[in-house]
């Protein structure tokens, strides 16, 4: 969830850092020709033993416009910890680019 300028954004909000991840996600889609639809798989991190959290993140990820590379194997985790101080989602995709 790391803007342009690489700050957290949203600390303390999954709601934000989702936005963010959502924008991000796109962003690197679109730069290999890819859409959503073309995500095979999807392992979305939240720093949260709490199935509230888990919950928000995942309904707030597949209402977005990212939303459809949600529809393949997906697999969704409730971590201790991830890579970044206030980091509170992760979303590692993979898409099979056609051609």
Do not use: K, M
């Amino acid at each position: 969830p790391l803007d342009r300028s690489g700050s957290l954004v949203g600390p303390g909000s999954i709601e934000a850092q989702v936005d963010q991840v959502v924008e991000n996600a796109l962003a690197a889609l679109a730069a290999v020709e890819a859409r959503p639809q073309d995500v095979v798989r999807s392992v979305i991190y939240v720093r949260s033993d709490d199935r509230e959290d888990l919950s928000t993140a995942w309904s707030r990820l597949t209402a977005s416009d990212l939303g459809p590379a949600f529809t393949s194997a997906s697999t969704l985790l409730g971590v201790a910890q991830l890579g970044f101080p206030g980091q509170l989602v992760e979303v590692d995709l993979t898409a099979a680019l056609p051609g």
